[in-house]
């Protein structure tokens, strides 16, 4: 979902009689929220995930009879969008997934409003959102509290359905309808906790969490993946998949990686995409996958070994930044959602990583042009002028 902007939505292409003939009316969905204990409804995308939208065709009642209904035209479009950025903000690329379609009748509606997870603690200790939280320990018991907001249909917590992620792995959980527990051990380095909360009508709302491990019992061994975080438009972007001590067995998935960019090699179901180039260090036995997992995103999956072990750089994952790409509405996006590896002694450990976006940037370069003119006045003497800077843009 677009985070930046805040698109307010419409329903469109349905159609009522004016008099004389149909004519489409288009109106706004909203959403329902809670607001210092208050039911609010919302006009504009201010949330990551699912949430349940409405339309109001109450007003319309006095332009539908028996002899014209109220019609949505066969052939056409159901539903269309059109946003204005917040705050006077550019162009913003998003993805929206539309289900569950419903057509309510009269006042008793169904839950339309999102349960709300209050709180995401790890050993008595609540996360920072920062990501900024370090522990000394890899034993760790996760305690997510949650509630249904109050409101005319609320419908309560579906326990059954909470669920917690930790580093990408689904973890059974224990719990009801006010908060659940897990309790798994972690090795040293970066991980993440994703909480997904449902309520009795189906509304979801999940939350991730990021912190840190460094306990003095676990391994010394590192492994992490990134860049330098500078994109430019034309260039290359390379990432690292690097170990800190030394590592004998290295496994990592990255989800929602952006297919605008990479090399042009792959498609899918007839429809082209990107996916990034591979290479792994000299005597790494490493292989990799990357497939495409729906619109603009794809999924890398690789592995790394070394009997005698691995240290520093194991693998550089490339991806080519086309100069078409527009630096306003095009990110290079990816998600860490697990690094698991082993050192010489046997021990494991784990990271992940929460949602990456990387902007791109382009550079100007600025030459100098010297221009030569005789004096008016015949003279043996020549008399120079530096002209103004022409710019121009390098790819």
């Given at each position: 979902?677009?985070?930046?902007?805040?698109?307010?939505?419409?329903?469109?292409?349905?159609?009522v009689w004016n008099g004389s003939g149909y004519s489409t009316k288009n109106l706004k969905l909203v959403h329902k929220t809670v607001v210092d204990g208050v039911e609010t409804e919302i006009n504009s995308i201010d949330w990551v995930g699912w949430m349940y939208c409405y339309a109001?065709?109450?007003?319309?009642?006095?332009?539908?009879?028996?002899?014209?209904?109220?019609?949505?035209?066969?052939?056409?479009?159901?539903?269309?969008?059109?946003?204005?950025?917040?705050?006077?903000?550019?162009?913003?690329?998003?993805?929206?997934?539309?289900?569950?379609?419903?057509?309510?009748?009269?006042?008793?509606?169904?839950?339309?409003?999102?349960?709300?997870?209050?709180?995401?603690?790890?050993?008595?200790?609540?996360?920072?959102?920062?990501?900024?939280?370090?522990?000394?320990?890899?034993?760790?018991?996760?305690?997510?509290?949650?509630?249904?907001?109050?409101?005319?249909?609320?419908?309560?917590?579906?326990?059954?359905?909470?669920?917690?992620?930790?580093?990408?792995?689904?973890?059974?959980?224990?719990?009801?309808?006010?908060?659940?527990?897990?309790?798994?051990?972690?090795?040293?380095?970066?991980?993440?906790?994703?909480?997904?909360?449902?309520?009795?009508?189906?509304?979801?709302?999940?939350?991730?969490?990021?912190?840190?491990?460094?306990?003095?019992?676990?391994?010394?061994?590192?492994?992490?993946?990134?860049?330098?975080?500078?994109?430019?438009?034309?260039?290359?972007?390379?990432?690292?998949?690097?170990?800190?001590?030394?590592?004998?067995?290295?496994?990592?998935?990255?989800?929602?990686?952006?297919?605008?960019?990479?090399?042009?090699?792959?498609?899918?179901?007839?429809?082209?995409?990107?996916?990034?180039?591979?290479?792994?260090?000299d005597g790494v036995e490493g292989s990799f996958e990357f497939v495409s997992t729906g619109y603009k995103k794809g999924k890398l999956v690789l592995t790394a070994d070394k009997a005698d072990g691995m240290t520093g750089d194991i693998a550089t994952v490339s991806f080519e930044v086309?100069?078409?790409?527009?630096?306003?509405?095009?990110?290079?996006?990816?998600?860490?959602?697990?690094?698991?590896?082993?050192?010489?002694?046997?021990?494991?450990?784990?990271?992940?990583?929460?949602?990456?976006?990387?902007?791109?940037?382009?550079?100007?370069?600025?030459?100098?042009?010297?221009?030569?003119?005789?004096?008016?006045?015949?003279?043996?003497?020549?008399?120079?002028?530096?002209?103004?800077?022409?710019?121009?843009?390098?790819?």
């Amino acid at each position: 979902m677009p985070r930046r902007a805040r698109p307010a939505k419409r329903l469109g292409d349905v159609a009522v009689w004016n008099g004389s003939g149909y004519s489409t009316k288009n109106l706004k969905l909203v959403h329902k929220t809670v607001v210092d204990g208050v039911e609010t409804e919302i006009n504009s995308i201010d949330w990551v995930g699912w949430m349940y939208c409405y339309a109001d065709l109450t007003d319309l009642h006095t332009s539908i009879t028996a002899e014209h209904p109220m019609k949505i035209r066969q052939g056409e479009g159901f539903l269309w969008l059109s946003y204005t950025p917040a705050n006077g903000e550019g162009r913003y690329n998003g993805t929206l997934y539309f289900d569950d379609y419903r057509v309510v009748y009269g006042t008793n509606l169904d839950d339309l409003i999102n349960p709300v997870i209050d709180s995401i603690s790890v050993n008595g200790t609540e996360l920072a959102k920062d990501g900024s939280t370090t522990l000394d320990t890899g034993d760790v018991e996760i305690t997510a509290t949650f509630s249904d907001p109050e409101s005319q249909n609320r419908s309560g917590i579906d326990a059954t359905a909470t669920a917690f992620f930790i580093d990408g792995v689904n973890i059974l959980a224990d719990g009801d309808e006010n908060a659940a527990t897990t309790r798994t051990t972690l090795g040293n380095g970066h991980h993440t906790v994703r909480i997904q909360i449902t309520d009795g009508g189906g509304n979801t709302v999940e939350q991730t969490r990021e912190f840190e491990v460094n306990a003095k019992n676990a391994t010394n061994a590192k492994v992490t993946f990134g860049g330098n975080g500078i994109v430019t438009l034309g260039g290359n972007y390379e990432m690292k998949l690097t170990a800190t001590g030394t590592v004998k067995h290295v496994e990592m998935t990255v989800v929602d990686v952006n297919t605008d960019f990479g090399t042009l090699t792959q498609t899918a179901g007839g429809a082209s995409y990107r996916a990034p180039v591979v290479t792994f260090a000299d005597g790494v036995e490493g292989s990799f996958e990357f497939v495409s997992t729906g619109y603009k995103k794809g999924k890398l999956v690789l592995t790394a070994d070394k009997a005698d072990g691995m240290t520093g750089d194991i693998a550089t994952v490339s991806f080519e930044v086309p100069a078409t790409v527009d630096p306003e509405v095009d990110h290079l996006k990816y998600r860490v959602t697990n690094i698991s590896f082993t050192d010489l002694s046997g021990k494991t450990g784990t990271d992940a990583y929460g949602y990456t976006v990387l902007d791109v940037t382009a550079y100007y370069s600025i030459s100098i042009g010297r221009h030569w003119s005789a004096d008016p006045a015949p003279s043996p003497s020549m008399t120079s002028r530096v002209s103004p800077p022409r710019m121009s843009r390098s790819s």
